[in-house]
């Protein structure tokens, strides 16, 4: 079970593969006006979806934990995570607040006035499914690679320090203008990683770390 915090910093870096080719042009060598220009055509526009699968590999336990379902941004600043398989949970950001409602438990919920870091990065991931780019750089340090096979893979860095205590490094790949995987690297040397849209139907019964990122980048 990750913990509250944990959980939150998850739902955003999902958040962010539903919108991942945006900041992708965002960070291509352009003019900075055609850039923020391209990204703004590009913002989607509530509600948007995806299907998702993630196996979470953490070093306490000898098999990663998989579960998977569908991820959806609201509009505004409400965020959806459902988890259909194994069991179900909706998880859900809103009007300041995160609450979790597992099947057969009450809803449990806590404030965001007690992480103001993952506000602000809330708020960026708001902006960037906007189409505002600028904004997501408030938040990243933003790199993009390509190879000739039209693949791409979008490193996203957190420029706040205590984020960062949580999540170093966030890895996108994708292909045209779909991402496919995301991989969130933790501070703790835990790691999850997810496979979006039509990969999600390709996780593997019994998933590893390196198969996973083989697949992910299209070997």
Not at 47 to 57: N, V
């Amino acid at each position: 079970m990750t913990s509250g915090s944990k959980t939150w910093t998850l739902l955003c870096a999902l958040t962010l593969s539903l919108c991942a080719t945006t900041s992708t042009n965002a960070s291509a060598p352009e003019d900075a006006a055609t850039a923020r220009a391209l990204v703004a055509s590009l913002g989607r526009p509530a509600p948007a979806r995806t299907p998702f699968a993630e196996a979470r590999f953490m070093k306490m336990l000898d098999k990663p934990l998989v579960v998977s379902g569908q991820l959806a941004w609201l509009g505004g600043d409400k965020l959806e995570r459902t988890v259909e398989h194994p069991t179900r949970e909706v998880s859900t950001i809103g009007d300041g607040e995160v609450t979790q409602q597992r099947e057969g438990r009450s809803p449990r919920s806590f404030s965001l006035k007690r992480a103001p870091q993952l506000q602000l990065l809330l708020d960026s991931f708001v902006a960037l499914l906007g189409g505002d780019s600028s904004r997501l750089e408030q938040a990243f340090t933003v790199q993009h690679s390509a190879d000739g096979a039209d693949h791409w893979t979008l490193t996203l860095t957190p420029r706040d320090a205590k984020l960062a205590q949580t999540v170093s490094r966030i890895d996108i790949d994708g292909s045209g203008n779909e991402p496919h995987c995301m991989r969130m690297q933790e501070a703790d040397g835990d790691i999850a990683i997810d496979l979006l849209g039509d990969y999600a139907a390709r996780m593997p019964t019994a998933p590893t770390r390196d198969a996973l990122i083989t697949l992910c980048r299209g070997s």
